[in-house]
C-alpha cells in the first residue's frame, strides 16, 4: 500500500477498499452462481432495450462528419504506406539487381 499514491489511496477510501486507517478492508467472498440466478433471454432483452434508450446517439451530420474524417485519414494512411511499399520495393530490386 506504500507504492499508492494520495489521489488514489483517497479513490480506494471512497469504494471502500481502504478503511481511514489506510489499511485494505478484507473483501467478502462473492457467492456462486446457480442456475436459478441466471436471466432469461426475454429479460435480457429487455433490459438491453431499455438500456439502449439511455445511450446519447449522435445526430446525422455529426455521424457524417466523422465517417468523413475516419475515411480521409484511412485514405491518407493507406497511400502512405502504399508509397513506402513501393519505394521499398524498387530499393530492394535496385540493391538485389
Do not use: C, H
Not at 489499511?23 to 438500456?51: C, I, K
Not at 451530420?61 to 475515411?71: D, G, M, T
Amino acid at each position: 500500500m506504500d507504492d499508492l499514491n494520495r489521489e488514489q489511496k483517497r479513490s480506494l477510501k471512497r469504494m471502500g477498499a481502504l478503511n481511514d486507517q489506510g489499511q485494505p478492508t478484507r473483501a467478502q467472498p462473492q457467492a456462486r452462481r446457480t442456475a436459478s440466478d441466471r436471466v432469461g433471454p426475454v429479460l435480457y432483452l429487455r433490459e438491453v432495450r431499455d438500456e439502449m434508450r439511455k445511450v446519447a446517439w449522435p445526430k446525422w451530420p455529426e455521424v457524417r462528419r466523422f465517417s468523413l474524417i475516419v475515411l480521409v485519414t484511412v485514405v491518407i494512411y493507406t497511400a502512405f504506406v502504399g508509397g513506402l511499399d513501393s519505394l521499398f520495393g524498387v530499393l530492394s530490386t535496385w540493391l538485389y539487381d
